[in-house]
């Protein structure tokens, strides 16, 4: 008997347009220790499916059919008295935020005795006790300190810890993770996953970890579901899935990613977008985005726009899908290999002309300072008797230096409050820089005023990491992409700028007869391509983009990233590229810029940093990105958190994490130094030969 | 929006009660029998007769007649149009600076900021009391009391406008505040666009919501001052009554017995004021979709 058993769960809300089926048909099991991934697109259900394991799903929503066995037992009609003794005690689950599962108003201690004494009958001090035992096997450094802290007082990577601890307070059989570590930097991610894993591996625990990051789900899990629109399309063992994907939209999400493209190539992408759950289209609800929809002779199968598919056993996988059940009744399934994705070939990219030296943009000695101490009566400080001014900053950016060359993509890559979105904001003159100075074509911009600036708004443009606060909600996308044009240029007539916008609606893929419609009824990727568009109605030679498709989902960011190439190709552009993400860096920049606590600490070419990183904190970046690949690469782990940017440690700023810092490195700032290859490396160790 | 008001009933009856209450106030010269600023109708030997559902009163006054043999209803009428103007007068004028003041402190922050928000904490902290008082001790010596009657409804537009507009300009503020940091605010800066545009451009029509809600909140308010400011004898002249004033007029002679010369006016305000309350707690439901209680 396993130990969980899902069975044909059916899980519905009830809006005021009719009834929305959520999930239908939801089979799976989980046995003692197994760890199981559920991966899916936002609005695939998979949390939905996460929250209807323990019947946590709020009104409208209802569980409308279908059974969950635990143990045997039947989770669905069971009190809501026994439920509770389940919850928490021997099903646990990990929450995405872990800013917002902690209850910010008691101590770490607190929750974790509430949680134990909810459950069994002990003291408070051999609760905390347990607790105590719990929170050094998350290895948190110093656990009796912690049990006395606030929320608040402890970072994102330790809160999640925190939240594992209490996860595994009770000794659950089965911890259900919703993106555990979708909220965290890379380096801290990998530690979350890696430490995760262990506890599972130990404890004998089973996880069902729910996330949309393919990378994540094939590193710890070992069987997998793919959903879309609320069904189960594909599931088996995970690394079957991965290596040899049945499903079309499989297939789509795998190739969609960028480390499975060329660099500089186009994307795989999938066309279209997820339907909204209240608007299925008929038949498999994949097909107006499926690329196999015609049979072998050119016509379209009737059954895919007709008819629901039903699992066929393909493997050890099965797979809902009409034309995988019609493969393999042709018997003509050959290996497992019949329809790997007949990715279009492309052209590649005219290789950027990588010694065209003339730079573009010139960033130096750049530093920008944010007071914390707000107005001037706040900063007034009594100290030793006497009334002195006390101000108190962060330090976003601390000297960067860059150079961008004209037509080519400079990523700038780091963690979160590295200060790379700064640099982006201070280019774009958002916000003035406390030191240094920037040359656009070889003018100082960064002095200049707003009215001054005008001239150069026509020639370099932002596009923002949000689509959903991007463009204004109270206008249309007719208004929001005539704007720009009324300035720039100022003489042009209404037909010009009527024309002008209808043909950048056209090259970024909208139908220019949408434009009298509303940013909010259009999808996620639709905005992204309308901020693009607007962004692109001035004719700009330099864009930076900020995170530009960090908020997208996978299918739809290979879209966007498409866009944004073919925009370089055909425009001409330079990009200053700012992301998180190392894999679309690969694919994508000309040269990479690393970034940590407002310094510089790489910059080399994409290629050269990629096969050789130098710095110890690069190296470790690229070891923490999860990949599909089976073998783990030995992850490079760095010890502690990022400092706050607050008071910044002397000397090299990261020299607190780094595995090789000397004495050296406590005290003297490490400074950007050429190496032979034309890679500029900030490090005393790289500079020493000791690394 | 149409669809939550289809479904609720005091939204559709508060609604209903405040049109008919609005068009009855307007058209009053058309629907009152009497003209009550007309001189030549008002009988002093009428006065003081009761309601038509109690002995003793007069067929041709439905509602009564006040001490100086006014007929109840049409002053009423009148008096409830009155109320009315000034209400959505001050409103209006209370909108404008405090719109006005509120975007500019919020939008451009710092000392512009610093220096509005003193005004409005100096500005609340003048009761409408003392507003009235001081504009009215102000106008009455400067221009004699005759002027100030002349333009008394003007003058208490005025002073509730002057002593409310920080209302207007906090909630403003705040919500400018919060939609500055989104990023089309950034866009359109990158686009070049000029400050003035931005706000009243891209900013002011996302703060809108709130500032409706405050709105009806706000009228309500207005009204009720302006009871207020009359019943104390600050406000409309006995000669041109609005609903404050006819309640102070009344209160004389609750005593003696014409109870309703001071009750039936004020169960008008009290209705006047429900109704545009009720509707501004819809309305903010409908805008605030995470206040809703469910």
């Known amino acids: ?135 050094r096997q998350v290895q948190i450094p110093s656990p009796e300190k912690r049990l006395d802290q606030y929320p608040h007082e402890l970072s994102g990577g330790m809160r999640q810890r925190i939240i594992i601890a209490i996860a595994l307070l009770l000794d659950p059989d089965i911890i259900i993770a919703d993106e555990p570590t979708t909220a965290l930097d890379v380096t801290i991610q990998a530690e979350i996953m890696a430490l995760l894993l262990e506890l599972c591996e130990q404890h004998n625990v089973g996880l069902i970890l729910i996330t949309h990051d393919l990378g994540v789900v094939s590193q710890v899990t070992q069987r997998m579901l793919v959903m879309y629109a609320g069904r189960v399309i594909e599931q088996g063992p995970t690394r079957e899935i991965i290596n040899d994907p049945q499903h079309p939209y499989t297939q789509g999400l795998i190739n969609a990613l960028p480390q499975m493209a060329t660099p500089g190539e186009k994307l795989n992408q999938i066309r279209g977008s997820m339907p909204s759950l209240s608007n299925l289209p008929s038949g498999c609800a994949f097909h107006p985005r499926c690329d196999f929809i015609n049979r072998a002779d050119g016509q379209p199968r009737p059954a895919c726009t007709q008819q629901v598919p039903d699992f066929v056993e393909s493997g050890n996988c099965r797979v809902a899908c009409h034309m995988v059940a019609e493969m393999l009744e042709d018997r003509r399934l050959e290996g497992g290999e019949p329809m790997s994705a007949q990715a279009e070939t492309i052209p590649t990219m005219p290789t950027q002309n990588e010694e065209s030296s003339e730079s573009l943009l010139q960033i130096r000695g750049l530093k920008k300072r944010f007071s914390l101490s707000g107005d001037f009566l706040e900063q007034l400080r009594f100290k030793g008797g006497k009334l002195v001014r006390h101000q108190e900053y962060v330090h976003a950016i601390n000297g960067v230096n860059l150079d961008i060359k004209r037509g080519e993509a400079l990523c700038v890559v780091g963690e979160s409050g590295c200060g790379k979105s700064t640099v982006a904001r201070t280019v774009m003159g958002l916000i003035s820089p406390s030191e240094g100075e920037i040359r656009y074509d070889g003018q100082r911009i960064d002095d200049l005023s707003s009215k001054q600036l005008l001239p150069y708004r026509k020639r370099m443009q932002m596009i923002f990491q949000n689509p959903y606060a991007s463009l204004n909600p109270r206008m249309t996308i007719q208004q929001t992409l005539e704007e720009p ?38 999808s996620g990727g639709q905005r992204q391509r309308i901020a693009i568009a607007r962004a692109l109605a001035v004719d700009p030679e330099f864009i930076v983009a900020d995170e530009p498709i960090s908020a997208l989902d996978v299918s739809i960011q290979a879209q966007v990233l498409n866009l944004l190439m073919d925009a370089q190709r055909d425009r001409n ?65 760095l010890s502690g958190e990022v400092p706050t940017p607050v008071n910044l440690p002397s000397g090299c700023v990261f020299h607190g994490r780094c595995p090789h810092a000397n004495a050296r490195c406590k005290q003297e700032i490490p400074a950007l130094r050429t190496q032979d290859d034309g890679t500029r490396v900030a490090c005393h160790a790289v500079e020493e030969g000791r690394l | 929006m149409w669809y939550s008001f289809k479904r609720d009933r005091t939204a559709q009856l508060c609604l209903a009660v405040f049109i008919c209450l609005v068009i009855a106030a307007f058209s009053a010269p058309l629907l009152a029998p009497t003209d009550p600023y007309d001189l030549a109708q008002i009988d002093i030997l009428a006065s003081e007769l009761p309601p038509f559902w109690i002995d003793g ?86 221009m004699g009391s005759a002027f100030y009657s002349q333009y008394a409804v003007l003058m208490l537009i005025l002073i509730i406008g002057l002593a409310e507009w920080p209302q207007y300009a906090r909630t ?16 359109a800066r990158v686009m070049g666009l000029r400050s003035r545009r931005i706000m009243f451009r891209h900013v002011l029509p996302n703060t809108l919501s709130p500032i409706f809600v405050i709105s009806t909140v706000q009228i309500a308010n207005a009204i009720i001052s302006e009871a207020a400011l009359s019943f104390l004898g600050l406000g409309m002249p006995e000669t041109h009554p609005s609903l404050g004033s006819l309640i102070k007029a009344g209160f004389d002679y609750i005593q003696s017995g014409s109870w309703w010369i001071t009750l039936i006016p004020g169960a008008v305000l009290v209705v006047l004021v429900l109704s545009i309350n009720l509707l501004g707690d819809w309305l903010r439901d409908v805008m605030n979709p995470r206040l809703y209680k469910g």
């Not at chain 1, 021997?90 to 201690?109: A, C, E, H, K, Y």
């Not at chain 1, 240029?489 to 893929?509: A, F, T, Y």
């Open chain 1, 573 to 637: 552009l330079t990009y200053l590229f700012i992301t998180h993400d190392l894999a679309v860096v690969e694919h994508f920049g000309t040269r990479v810029a690393v970034m940590y606590l407002g310094t510089v600490c790489e910059i080399a070419t994409t290629a050269t940093l990629f096969a050789k990183p130098r710095h110890p904190y690069t190296q470790a970046l690229l070891s923490a990105i999860p990949r599909l690949e089976d073998d783990r690469p030995q992850h490079i782990r």
């Open chain 2, 172 to 187: 403003v503020r705040a919500s400018v505040l919060a939609e500055k940091n989104k990023e089309y605010v950034d866009a």
């Open chain 2, 57 to 142: 009163a007069d067929e041709m006054y439905t509602l009564g007649t006040d001490a100086q043999g006014r007929d109840l209803l049409s002053i009423i009428l009148y008096g409830t149009r009155v109320s009315l103007l000034i209400g959505f007068g001050a409103v209006a004028l209370q909108a404008l600076l405090g719109v006005t003041f509120g975007l500019m402190a919020g939008y451009l922050g710092g000392r512009v900021d610093a220096f509005l928000m003193r005004l409005a904490d100096i500005q609340l902290s003048f009761s409408t009391l003392m507003v009235a008082i001081v504009v009215g001790a102000v106008v009455k010596a400067t």
């Open chain 1, 485 to 522: 044009l009324r300035l720039h240029p100022p003489d042009w007539n209404r037909q010009q700028i009527l024309d002008k916008v209808e043909e950048v609606m056209r090259s970024v893929g909208i139908d220019p007869d949408w434009g009298k419609r509303f940013g909010h009824e259009f």
């Open chain 1, 1 to 135: 008997m396993a130990l969980l058993e899902v069975s044909h769960l059916d899980v519905r809300f009830a809006l005021r347009q009719g009834e929305v089926r959520a999930l239908r048909d939801v089979n799976f099991t989980l046995e003692r220790g197994e760890r199981l991934g559920i991966v899916g697109e936002s609005g695939a259900g998979k949390s939905v499916a996460a929250f209807s394991l323990l019947n946590l799903i709020a009104k409208p929503g209802f569980i409308a059919g279908g059974s969950i066995k635990f143990e045997g037992k039947e989770l669905n009609s069971m009190s809501e008295r026994g439920l509770r003794k389940v919850r928490g005690n021997r099903i646990s689950m990990i929450f995405q935020d872990p800013m917002m599962t902690l209850n910010p108003v008691l101590s770490i201690g607190e929750q974790m005795v509430e949680c134990l004494k909810a459950h069994r009958r002990i003291s408070t001090k051999e609760a905390r006790a347990i607790a105590l035992d719990k929170l």
